[in-house]
């Protein structure tokens, strides 16, 4: 027996990383390079990508425009803590496309973008909490590792923190509802006005579309009581459509965070939203009282936004998210036939860019929907489809300008035999 050209490093990751990995996917296998919609492991295994570097390669891998890009600055020096022309130009390219941009602030992740936003929320309002939804990623700040994925749900408004290390005292900052639940929400924001600074939420939240009427809901009851509305595109930014989630459902929020697509595949992310919210983060407008302190060594690198530039160039072109949408909708489509023809119960969710399955019998609207489903079967899957050269994360497909019909074609063979594994 041959033993796998990988395993060396691997076991080398295993010494000197905790687990094994950079903390975000599974250390058994590592990416050498990607083209296109696809990527190739350190063995040379070929994988149709859906991936995508967790989301930010919506064009695919190694684009020849993006490159260029990147590598022209790259030759001028990258990084200058300074303002420069490719970070404001990417600025004014936000400002033209997100509906409710009216400035922007650079950070170099949404974790940190999430971070504050939040506070600029509170800044804004003088106040102290803020709601959030079961389910909900937000990054990873103490603040939003609560109830991102509860094993055991407590009861609603109370938060169960993800994490060890979160302070105690943080739990009376965090509200919970759930997700598609307008009541809830609702009765939340009205009970707690007076020390709730703002409402935030994925509008895709992780693969669960809001229910109709639920976005417009938040945004009326949140304005009817003087609570921030607050949308976290980190994923959605520039996916569901150029302006994003907030073009794509039609609601417009407060403020934005956006990541991923923007940074072009470098790091890069973005709070964007009314000016007179975003004031805060200057001095000059506000006094030393609402003032948000927020600096980054890296915010507005030169080397991102240029290749974050060079993506939303890309994007704009007539016809490439009708291309995205089609391709998305045909796969969601082969997959639920699939899994129909062969009497498994599961719901195809999500929206053509992003989406997966859940091995439930019933729709799926929150998280506990979520967690109804069969994650085992799904674990099962997810590893039956990487023997078959098809790379996904652990519970969503993203989508890519750079899948090819032979890509689709690759995946509906690798699900049909897959499916058939999974039911004998
Ligand atoms: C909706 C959402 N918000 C925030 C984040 C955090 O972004 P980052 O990993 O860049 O910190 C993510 C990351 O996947 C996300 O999906």
Redesign the pocket.
Known sequence: MTSDPQSGIIERAKRVLPGGTFGNFPGDIVIREGRGGRVWDESGKEYVDFLLG??PMLVGHAHPEVTAAAQARIADGTTFFANNRYGIELAEAIVAAVPCAEQVRFVS???EA?LYAMRAARAFTRRDKILKFEGG????SDYSLMSLAPKRPGNFPQPVPDSAGIPRSLRDEILIAPFNDLQVAASLVREHRQELAGVIL?PLQRIIPPAPGFLEGLRRITAENGVLLMF?E??TGFRLAYGGAQEYYGVVPDLCTL?KVIGGGFPL?AIAGRADIMAHFDRGAVGDDGFMMQVGTLSGNPVAAAAGLATLAILQRPGAYERLFATGRELMRTLAELLQRNRIAAQVTGEPPLFDVVFSPEPVRDYRGTLRGDAGMLRRFNALLRERGVLKGEQKYYVSLAHTPEDVRHTRDSWDSAIKALAT
């Open positions: 967790s989301g992740t949404g974790s999430d990623y937000h990054g990873m994925e976290d980190v994923v990541g992310a």
